[in-house]
Nanobody, 120 residues
Framework: QVQLVESGGGLVQPGGSLRLSCAASGPIFRFNTMRWYRQAPGKQRELVAGVSSGGSADYADSVKGRFTISADNAKKTIYLQMNNLKPEDTATYYC??????????????WGKGTLVTVSS
């Protein structure tokens, strides 16, 4: 069974940085699509950053130049480096992966989320 577990959230002051991690466990051996979403209280979930295997990364306009998505395939982990954080970045952040296991190809998986709070 594939599970995704996010970590790295917390309270940070405006202008600070955090790095979120999303570790995959189970038989998944290839990531085809990797994304980070976020959902602020009272708002819809929105796509923050995404990248497909062999492709370039895309970012929401609100985070361009501040956030960077990356992956370490050997560790089966994806990351979201967040710099110059703003109060409006406060949200629960979720990782999303489309990947392959020996028994299934192209299934998608969600993490349970990690809370990021940007406040002074």
């Amino acid at each position: 069974q594939v599970q995704l577990v996010e970590s790295g959230g917390g309270l940070v002051q405006p202008g600070g940085s955090l790095r979120l991690s999303c570790a995959a466990s189970g038989p998944i051996f290839r990531f085809n699509t990797m994304r980070w979403y976020r959902q602020a209280p009272g708002k819809q979930r929105e796509l923050v950053a995404g990248v497909s295997s062999g492709g370039s990364a895309d970012y929401a306009d609100s985070v361009k130049g501040r956030f960077t998505i990356s992956a370490d395939n050997a560790k089966k982990t994806i990351y979201l480096q967040m710099n110059n954080l703003k109060p409006e970045d406060t949200a629960t952040y979720y990782c999303y992966i489309v990947g392959d296991t020996p028994m299934s190809w192209g299934l998608d998986y969600w993490g349970k989320g990690t809370l990021v709070t940007v406040s002074s």
